[in-house]
Structures are given as structure tokens and as C-alpha cells.
């Protein structure tokens, strides 16, 4: 069973798809204000209150999840300097800020944990620090009064630009987007670590696209660490997020006027949808050629996962 798609009639006769105030039709039931496009900001906001429900419970827990995640950079970087011939003792700063610049706030924990492993076990569960760093270090509280401010704004924008200004719900999103990117890039020491989090998730996510293959000099291919695994399967779970841009910006691109009912207006925003999965099948395939030139017996199971994940493409 699929939904019915809208007709739309121009003064041309020509066939289109539905406009912006009638996307409510593509996505769900009803006509009107496209309040479905509010969709993508809503699950971004959920997601970062539920990394800070994790983060909270890590923390009570006694896991430190920064030396979890960023276990395999820092390997890679012992590598690194073992084979440059450096004394690993007096690079130990080098490697702590490897996890610290990987994970937001793991500047304050990773501080922590080089002094002892018994005192990073005794760690308290809230996470407190002195000095720069506890201003810099993403804690539980600060995560969910950040989502919870964010879904203040957009209710406050969306009623503020449809009832009140008479706008459309494309513009009350781009109005929030563009206060939520004016908030963070003003010089607020309450929203710096706002900033070193977002710079942190640009730094990740340059990672997914970088080849980490030496084609043309050869050699082995760098490994996958997990902390790009786990951003990778955390945008999985966002597709429908990267959906609904696609289809926004095909929204705004055409706006007052109708999405034409044309074979590109529905391969962006599926294209979009389908990057992370890509990402993923892509880091299945570099780890496959690993265990390959390794002779791994496992190696089989990185290829399932990435005809598995290649499906989504479909």
C-alpha cells in the first residue's frame, strides 16, 4: 500500500506535486501548513536529549565511553609514533587529546583518567571538573536543558511565523535554523561547548568521507576505528532526517510555486536518505579488504554487513 501523491494543476495544465503548504498531503494525512516538515528538527532535538540521557547513564554507571570510543585512535596513534621512532612517555599529551578532540567534553574526562586507572574508576558519576575544561565538557544536564531550549524555540518560531506573521512552515524552519546557528556562533562562554561539540561532529564527519586508503602508494588500508562506526550507525537512525532536507530544499528551491512531478525531485531527497547507509557499506568493504590482505577468516562478515547495509540504496 502507497500513499497517494497530491495533483496540482498550474495555469499551464501541467501536473506537480504539492507545494509547500500542501506537503502535509506528501508526508502524512491533511492539507494545510506543512507542519510535517517539522519532523526533521523535532528527532534532531530528541537525539540530543537522548545522548545526554546516555551520557547521564554512563556516567552512573562508572563507563567512561570517551576511552571506549576513542580506544582505536589512540592505538592508531601509538602506531603511529612506535613507528616514527618517538618516545611514546613524551608524547602521552599527544595521545590524551586524540580522545579528548574526538568526543565532545573528553578534554575534562581524559584528564581525568591519565592521573590513575583507580581514580578514573572512582570518577563521580556528574562528571565535575575545575578550570576551562568542566566549561568546555558536554554533561548530561547541559544536553537536556540545550534540547529541551531548542524545542522551546521551535514552538515558539512556528507559532510566531504561521499564526501571528501568516508565513509558511518552510520559513518558520528556516527561521529557526538560523537562530539556532546565530545562538551557537555567538562569543558566549556559556555556549562554548556548544561550539567545540559542533566542531567535533564536522571533525567526525569529515572522517566518514575521507578514502583512509593509500591507492595510489599502496600499502594497507587504514583501519575503521568504532568511533566512526558509531557515528556512522548514529546517522543511519537520522535517514529520514537527511530525507526531509533534501525534500526541504527542493521546497525552498521552488517556493511559492509547486515541486515539480519530475524523477529528480524524488531521487535527491532518497539519495540523501541513503548517504549514511552508503558510509556504511563503504567502511564494510575497506574493513573486507583488510581481512583479506590479513587473511582473516571473518573477513566474510564484514561483506554481509555490507550487502546488508547496500540494500538501503533500494
Known sequence: WLP????????????????????????????????????????????????????????????????????????????????????????????CSVGSGSIPGGSA????????????????????????????????????????????????????????????????????????????????????WIRTACMTIFHRTFELINPRCFCCGGGMPRAIPFIDVFFADACCSLSKVFFDWGMLWHLAWHYPEPVPM?????IIPSVAASLPYFIRARQCLVMYTIGAMKSDAKKYQHMLNAIKYSTSLW
Open 4 to 95: 497517494t501523491l497530491p495533483q496540482y494543476t498550474s495555469p499551464h495544465n501541467q501536473t506537480t506535486m504539492s507545494s509547500g503548504q500542501e506537503v502535509g498531503e506528501i508526508f502524512g494525512d491533511g492539507s494545510g501548513p506543512a507542519m510535517s516538515l517539522l519532523r526533521s528538527p523535532t528527532v534532531i532535538i530528541a537525539a540530543v536529549g537522548l545522548w545526554g540521557m546516555n551520557v547521564y547513564l554512563f556516567r552512573l554507571f562508572g563507563i567512561d565511553y570517551v576511552h571506549v570510543l576513542t580506544l582505536d585512535l589512540i592505538k592508531e596513534k601509538e602506531a603511529s609514533l612506535r613507528k616514527d621512532g618517538q618516545n611514546k612517555e613524551d608524547d602521552i599529551s599527544d595521545l
Open 262 to 266: 519530475e524523477l529528480h525531485s524524488i
Open 109 to 192: 574526562m581524559t584528564n581525568r583518567n591519565t592521573k590513575s586507572p583507580k581514580r578514573r574508576a572512582n570518577s563521580p558519576a556528574d562528571g565535575s571538573s575545575h578550570g576551562n575544561s568542566a566549561d568546555n565538557e558536554v554533561t548530561a544536564g547541559k544536553l537536556i536543558i540545550f534540547s529541551l531550549s531548542l524545542l522551546l524555540l521551535l514552538h515558539a518560531s512556528t507559532v510566531i511565523w504561521i499564526d501571528f506573521i501568516g508565513g509558511s512552515a518552510i520559513g518558520a524552519i528556516f527561521i529557526f535554523y538560523m537562530a539556532v546557528i546565530v545562538g551557537i556562533l555567538l562569543p558566549l562562554p556559556s555556549t562554548a
